[in-house]
RNA sequence: UCAGAGGUUCAGGCGAUCGCGGCGUUCGGACGGUUGUGCGAAGGUCGAGGAAAGUCCGGGCUCCAGGGAUGAACGGUGGCGGGUAACGCCCGCCGGCCCGGCGUUUCAGGCGCCGGGCAAGGGACAGUGCAACAGAAAGCAAACCGCCGGACGGGCUGAAAUGGCUUCCGGCAAGGGCGAAAGGGUGCGGCAAGAGCGCACCGCGCCGCUGGCAACAGCGGCGGCACGGCAAACCCCACCGGGAGCAAGACCGAAUAGGCGCGUCGCGUGGGAAACCACAGGCUCAUCCGGCCGGAACGCGCGGGUUGGUUGCUAGAGGUGCGUGGCAACACGCAUCCCAGAUGAAUGGUCGCACAGGGGCUUCGGCCCCGGACAGAACCCGGCUUACAGAGCCUCUGACACG
RNA sequence: GGGCGCGUAGCUCAGUGGUAGAGCACUGUGUUCACACCGCAGGGGUCGCAAGUUCAAUCCUUGCCGCGCCCA
C-alpha cells in the first residue's frame, strides 16, 4: 500500500491488537490482497523504526500468502519494542492475528447479511 | 612492563541461504510499421555514516527582486599574518593566564630561561551607566582605630615630674580593620611621624631610535604615579551580510466542475448602425413596492489547474597513491579509481565458524545463558558542535626491571 | 527545509545581575460536638543540564536536553 488514503480508510476495518503490533484488515478493499505498514515515532529512534518496520514486513512476507484475507488491505502498526523481540514471537503473533481477523472480518460480513435481512 | 597526556586510524570479521532497491546484459510474451515503451524472469554488479544527527556557520545550484554607489535600520564577526571558493573553520606567530623544572634570591614573592597546557583576545581620556552586604570612605578622593606634634588652656589621676588618661587644635596615610576591589610593588634613605618626599630595580604612561609585512619586541630618554574594574551593560570603531529555499525550479496532465473564444441552432415589441434603453415575460409562494434575470443547447478550440507522474538526481571545491614547494594549514603536478539514489522511502530474516564483552554454575578440565558502541542517506559540498563499545598505531612524560 | 517561543515549590505563574516570591495545595494549631469557612504559625526549590563572563548568574553568553507552536 502506497497512499495515505488507504491507510486511512483501514481505520474503519476490523481491528486485531498483539503485544507487537495492531493490525487492521479492510475487507475488499483492491483486486488482491495488500499490506502496509506504520511505524510512529513512539516506537524509537530512526534505527529502531527501520529495524521494525523491516522485521514486520520480513514476518509478512512469510506469512501472508498463506493466509492472508483476500481481496483486504492489511494495516501493521508497529508498537514499541518491535526492532528486539524474537522473530519468532513475531510470526507467531502474524499467525494468530491473521486467523483471528479472518473470523471477524466474516463474521461482520454475517452480521450485514442478517441485518439486511 | 605499567600509569598518564596528546594525536591518529578503524567502526565487529568470514561464510551459507531466503528476500529488497538501482543500473547494464540476455530471454519471454503484449502493444506498435519502426525507433521504442512499460511488465515478468534469469544471471551480473553496486547498495548508509564518522558522525548520515543537531541545524550553529560558510558556499555551490535554482527561483524572485534589483540601474550603480553610498547611507539608515537589523543581524553577525573582532590580536596579527597566512590557508581556503568562502567561513564564526584551519595553520603559524604575538601578547596574556595556569602548571612543571632549572637559575637568581636568607625564605616567600618577584625576575630570567626551558618545556607543556588554556582561552570569544578591538575600544573604559567619545559618551551614558553599574558595584548588593560590609565599611569612615566605592571613583573623588577621604580618615574609623591609629602614628606624630602642640595646648597660655580645661577635667581626672598622681607626693611630684618634662608622667599617664581624657578633651581640643594641627600634621600623616606607614600599620590595623571592612570589602571582590581602598588611588603602584620591593628595598634603602629621609622625617616629629610619614608619604614618589628622594634614590635603585620592577610596573605604568609619553617621546624617540632599532628590528619585524604586522600584532609586537628590544634599547634610550623623560614623567614621579595619575589615567582602577565591568563593554558575554548600553554603546563607539572596523569589517561582513539582497530574499527565499530541491516541498527551489522545469515539464506532462485523467475524470468531474468551472473560465475564455469560435461555429451551428435559437431569439416578444419599439427606438438605435451598434452598445444600450424602455416595455412585455420570468424568478423572489401570491399581490404592491424594490431587486435580479431577460437565451439555452450542441460541437470545436484555448488557457489555468487538483490527485498523480516525469525531471532536477547524483562525477564531485571527489577518493587513493607518488612526487615537488611550504615550519604548518595547504597548494601544484602525474598516475589511477567510480563509490547509494530511495520517494508509505531499498540494507531485513534464519543459520554456522572463530574473536572481544557481561552474567551464572564449577569436580577448575570446562559448561550454559545474554550479547555486539553511538546511530539510518533524502539536492550536493567545506566546517563546527553533540553522541559513542572496543581495538590498533605514533609522539611525549613519569615509575620499575634488565643490559 | 526555514522560523519563533517556553522550562522557577506538588499545580498555575511572578521575579531579570546582589542570600528566590505570590495564589492554590500540604503540615501543625486555634475555633466547632464534628467538618467546612476563617485566624495564626510552619515545611517544601540541583531556578532543565554543562561550560564561560563577572567580585557575584534564576537573570548575561555559548553548547546540549525536553516540550510547544507557525510557514513552505
New binding site residues.
Given amino acids: ?4 488514503r488507504d ?1 486511512l480508510a483501514a481505520n474503519s476495518g476490523v481491528r486485531v491488537v498483539t503485544p507487537s503490533f495492531i493490525l487492521l484488515v479492510k475487507p475488499e478493499a483492491s483486486p488482491e490482497a495488500r499490506a ?3 511505524v510512529s515515532r513512539k516506537v524509537g ?3 529502531a523504526r ?2 521494525a ?3 514486520l514486513r ?1 514476518a509478512a ?1 512469510l506469512v501472508l500468502p498463506e493466509i492472508a484475507v483476500p481481496h483486504a488491505d492489511h494495516v501493521f502498526i508497529a508498537r514499541a519494542g518491535d526492532a ?1 523481540i ?2 519468532a514471537a513475531l510470526l507467531a503473533d502474524m499467525r494468530h492475528a491473521m486467523d483471528a481477523a479472518g473470523r471477524k472480518a466474516s463474521g461482520k460480513a454475517g452480521r450485514k447479511m442478517a441485518s439486511r435481512g
Fill in positions: 500500500m502506497r497512499k495515505r491507510f502496509g505498514f506504520t529512534n530512526a534505527v527501520n529495524r518496520r523491516r522485521r520480513e512476507r528486539e524474537p522473530f
